[in-house]
């Protein structure tokens, strides 16, 4: 059983290139299931509750381009009884690599069949505790909100003057 939390995390580009396999390592909400399906989730697939909504680890391993690429692309998770749900990353790999998605799993390349060891505590704080939103543009320091017009400003569309 591996680790996760004990795996080297990819924080460049660079690395994510170089390297053989790669895990990808995210959180797949399940809290729209019903109740039944939901306690399905948490015994079989190890699936847990945060602040009383229902999710499950989610571990895609795979070469770097195809892992983005796959994922990119959507990845469809057809439960027992009927129930699936949907998983799609955006592509950004700069985004992938700040939210610490992305793990260098190289040196369980040649290994067969590789299973995680279940770790709840980590994959909530890294994951949905401390998730924050990925700055896509730098943020401008000394920018002047626009005032919207008032009433009577704003020129009229689809109005013709009336002439005397």
């Known amino acids: 059983m591996i680790k996760i939390s004990e795996l080297p995390l990819i924080v460049s580009a660079e690395q994510f290139h170089a390297a053989r396999q790669i895990l990808l ?7 729209d299931a ?5 306690e399905y989730i948490k015994n079989t697939h190890g699936g847990f509750v945060y602040e009383k909504k229902t999710y499950m680890p989610i571990t895609l391993t795979g070469n770097p381009e195809s892992l983005i690429v796959n994922a990119e692309k959507g990845i469809h998770f057809k439960f027992d009884k009927g129930f699936q749900n949907f998983y799609q990353l955006d592509g950004n790999l700069d985004a992938a690599i700040w939210h610490k998605k992305l793990y260098d799993l190289s040196a369980f390349a040649d290994h067969g069949a590789i299973s995680f060891d279940r770790e709840e505590a980590f994959v909530i704080d890294r994951y949905l505790a401390n998730y924050r939103e990925f700055p896509n543009a730098p943020t401008k320091l000394l920018e002047i909100p626009q005032k919207m017009p008032s009433i009577g400003v704003k020129a009229m569309k689809g109005l013709k003057f009336v002439g005397k």
Do not use: E, K, N, S
């Open 25 to 31: 390592v995210d959180v797949l909400y399940v809290g």
């Open 34 to 38: 019903p109740r039944a399906m939901r």
